[in-house]
């Protein structure tokens, strides 16, 4: 084939044109002879009547193929007008060189070039490299199947070609395989289509749910379905998190009569019926208020807009909603209706009060609380343009008798020129003024407020507010009172108490306070912190900011020093109180020594009640369970020694391994509780009797210095099990190849220093942390337990180092010091 799909054949017409010719003529020739007298020429006639049927027959034939061949051209012309037009280009390439036989001229269309330019294109020149390289592979795979005689498939990928202009289009290639009369495969009929459109439609939704999804996922709204006829979730948003503490999952094919509160859960039905009794073709979207429970337990105030998705008979079946978190606004609006009900009140007390002047005031000098009055100015002149009764009354007329006067026509002539001049001093600086003044025995707070014309940019009105504040000033000495009663208080209180300015200088201090300390020198020179250990500072530091930024701190526990140099245990609390119009800092102290000990005795019995259980229970497990199993094992061995048990000697003997594993398990168990090494030999040899079977796991470097110093059992026990505990967690969690224990007794006081060369991890993040720590705060606990200190080096990558002090009562050293 070629580039064009030209078909010609030879003319049928001219051949029959011939063939006729020679039947009129035959047909004359046995005419003649028919007439002829001569002989017998029967078998003359005979073959021209056998000749003209066999022409006839010809005649025929040609008469059929010419049909055919018509029918065949014009199928050909259908299929050529097919291939020249269709947007999808079709191609035959032979199967054995890879070379086209043909391509449609849509090839133009598609990549701007011709068919006979593309069937003269490599792959490498009409693909791009990625989609060369797998038409390849396909064509490596189709060689592979025809040299295996397999079965070739029709195939359908997705490829990337250049058009001529340098544009890159995606491709859909469907290819197939055109076989010969033999059955061999011939050709490779493929057909491309430009699928860049659909490509670039698919990313745009790819995109777009990719975009729902983090609207749904990240949205601070929550987005639910619910099924109509379970009513149980069928889906809700990550953002359920923050609203009610609960995941999605947990809330899923729950039943919403169990998410909702009772009233919630009416209403929501109440809603489902309506939208039940509403026609489908009527609109009904919801906007409601619900509430929904929190994982504690809490009811949150939610805003949910719904709408219904509905089957084919226009029922509905599920429930799209998004609510959202109202809670804050419903207590604004709780609040705001319950200041509206106290101003109402107020109002209404008001309104009984002045009943007669409410009644003739206008709406907006009814809602003031003080003297209102407006005036015109032009020039020099100052007329009233309109007053409340309190203003005019204040200077003994009607609101209406002041209509348009002239301010300086007032009877009262002082009255005048303190307005006079109050107006034109606002007029003139061109801004609002106002000024305290004491006037015939009331306070008054007095502002004059141009206001300029919109039109001109003059200003030719002023207004006038006057308020009564002798109630305010009066409150004020109330004030006083009250920060003279709170010295009378401060002073009495037994608990210590320091009042401080905002940059912590030390104002005030109780007697309390003096007491606490045990000195009544003077303080007027030391500010909090001489008071407080240098270990504290920074926690004080942080609290008092806390309290400047927030207003509130919480309390805490410090220590104090008291004149003598001694420690004393506190209770510190911070709060911001207001004196003389001033703000300042109000240290409460109170003396929790007491408390203190009281914990320690708590802690300590609470140790003593464990290691006496741990020992019971070991000893249970030593001189109960130990020889049970033990006499199990001898009967066994009994067992195994007779004659009719022989077959089961093997299965005997499984037993004998597992109760020996479990005897010793049991010993190991028994050990660990209460080991009875400690109790009698002291902690060094305890710790030796751990680290014999550890060593073959680790490399392990012991430092004892403290021999066989025996001192107090609860601190025996509390600083072995704090050894046994870190040194499980770095088999555990810190990949450690080398561990170090270092243990000294100095001066009453045992140093303990462990260090392990793994990963390490990030101290402040653990502490902060409110899960995965236990451990840790387990062993600070014991530590603080035995009146120790502790200190803690370790991050991420550089290892773990902790050392532990802490007084002893030395009880006995087996002869050595």
Not at 107 to 113: A, D, E, K, S, T
Not at 173 to 189: A, R, V
């Amino acid at each position: 084939m070629s580039d064009n799909l030209n078909f010609e054949y030879p003319p049928i017409d001219p051949i029959l044109s011939q063939i006729n010719d020679l039947q009129v003529r035959l047909n004359e020739v046995a005419l003649q002879t028919r007439l002829s007298s001569q002989g017998d020429n029967s078998g003359q006639i005979n073959f021209i009547d056998d000749l003209s049927a066999s022409f006839n027959k010809i005649v025929e034939k040609l008469r059929e193929r010419e049909e055919l061949e018509s029918a065949l051209i014009e199928s050909k012309k259908k299929y050529q007008l097919i291939t020249e037009n269709i947007s999808d280009v079709i191609w035959i390439m032979d199967i054995k060189t890879l070379k086209y036989n043909y391509i449609s001229p849509s090839i133009f269309n598609l990549r701007g070039v011709t068919a006979k330019e593309a069937m003269n294109e490599s792959l490498e020149e009409s693909m791009l490299p990625e989609s060369a390289q797998k038409a390849k592979q396909r064509f490596a795979l189709l060689y592979k199947k025809i040299e295996n005689k397999e079965l070739l498939p029709n195939l359908c990928d997705e490829f990337k070609q250049r058009c001529k202009n340098g544009q890159i289009i995606d491709v859909e290639i469907s290819t197939s395989i055109i076989y010969d009369e033999n059955g061999l495969p011939k050709e490779i009929l493929g057909i491309n289509r430009d699928i860049t459109e659909r490509k670039k439609t698919e990313l745009a939704l790819k995109e777009s749910e990719e975009k729902y999804r983090l609207i749904t996922e990240n949205a601070l709204d929550v987005i639910w379905k619910i099924n109509t006829k379970t009513l149980t979730f069928s889906y809700v948003s990550p953002s359920i998190l923050k609203l009610t503490g609960h995941k999605p999952e947990e809330l899923l094919n729950l039943p919403i009569s169990k998410a909702l509160p009772a009233d919630s859960f009416k209403k929501a039905l109440q809603l489902l019926q309506d939208k039940l009794n509403t026609p489908y073709n009527q609109e009904f979207d919801i906007c409601e208020r619900f509430q929904i429970f929190s994982k504690e337990g809490e009811p949150v105030d939610i805003e949910a807009s719904i709408s219904f998705f509905h089957d084919e008979n226009g029922i509905p079946t599920e429930s799209l909603g998004v609510s959202r978190n109202i809670s804050t606004q419903v207590k604004m609006e709780k609040a705001l209706n319950e200041s509206q009900a106290r101003l109402s009140q107020l109002i209404e007390r008001q309104s009984i009060k002045n009943k007669q002047l409410i009644n003739q005031l206008q709406y907006i000098y009814n809602n003031a609380n003080g003297e209102i009055a407006f005036f015109e100015i032009r020039d020099d002149i100052i007329k009233f343009s309109s007053c409340n009764k309190m203003w005019a009354e204040s200077i003994g007329y009607k609101p209406e008798e002041l209509q348009d006067l002239d301010i300086s026509k007032i009877n009262n002539k002082a009255v005048s020129e303190m307005y006079r001049r109050f107006i034109l001093s606002a007029v003139e600086k061109g801004e609002p003024i106002q000024e305290y003044l004491n006037w015939q025995n009331r306070h008054l707070h007095i502002i004059a407020i141009p206001i300029k014309n919109e039109d001109s940019d003059i200003i030719n009105t002023c207004g006038s507010f006057v308020y009564d504040i002798t109630e305010r000033i009066e409150t004020e000495l109330k004030i006083q009172e009250t920060e003279e009663r709170f010295f009378t208080i401060f002073n009495n209180n037994k608990d210590g108490i320091i009042l401080m300015n905002i940059e912590t200088e030390t104002i005030e201090i109780n007697e309390g306070f003096y007491q606490l300390i045990g000195s009544y020198k003077s303080t007027n020179n030391k500010t909090l912190f001489n008071y407080i250990p240098d270990k504290y500072h920074k926690s004080v530091v942080e609290n008092i900011d806390r309290l400047r930024n927030s207003g509130s701190a919480p309390t805490f526990e410090i220590e104090l020093i008291k004149d003598d140099g001694t420690l004393i245990p506190v209770e510190f609390s911070n709060s911001i109180v207001t004196l003389n119009q001033t703000s300042m800092i109000l240290s409460f102290v109170r003396d929790i020594s007491i408390r203190k000990n009281m914990d320690k005795m708590l802690a300590q019995i609470g140790i003593q009640i464990e290691n006496r259980e741990r020992r019971r229970m070991a000893a249970d497990l030593h001189d109960n369970v130990g020889p049970l199993l033990s006499s199990m094992n001898m009967y066994l061995s009994a067992l195994s020694r007779k004659p009719g048990l022989t077959p089961y000697n093997e299965t005997i003997t499984d037993i004998q391994k597992i109760l020996k594993e479990t005897i010793s398990s049991v010993r190991e168990i028994s050990n660990n509780l209460s080991p009875q090494v400690l109790q009698n030999y002291g902690l060094t040899a305890a710790l030796e009797l751990f680290f014999k079977t550890k060593l073959k796991i680790i490399n392990l470097n012991i430092e004892n210095n403290i021999s066989n110093l025996r001192f107090e059992e609860i601190k025996e026990v509390m600083i072995y099990n704090i050894i046994k505990e870190i040194f499980n967690n770095s088999i555990k969690y810190s990949n450690a190849t080398q561990i170090s224990l270092k243990l000294d007794c100095v001066n009453d006081f045992i140093f303990v220093e462990y260090s392990d060369n793994g990963i390490g991890f990030d101290l402040e993040e653990k502490l902060n942390s409110s899960s995965g720590n236990l451990g840790l705060f387990s062993i600070i606990n014991r530590v603080k337990n035995i009146e120790g200190t502790y200190k803690i080096l370790t991050s991420q990558g550089k290892g773990f180092l902790i050392k532990i002090s802490f007084p002893v009562h030395i009880l006995k050293d087996n002869g050595k010091n």
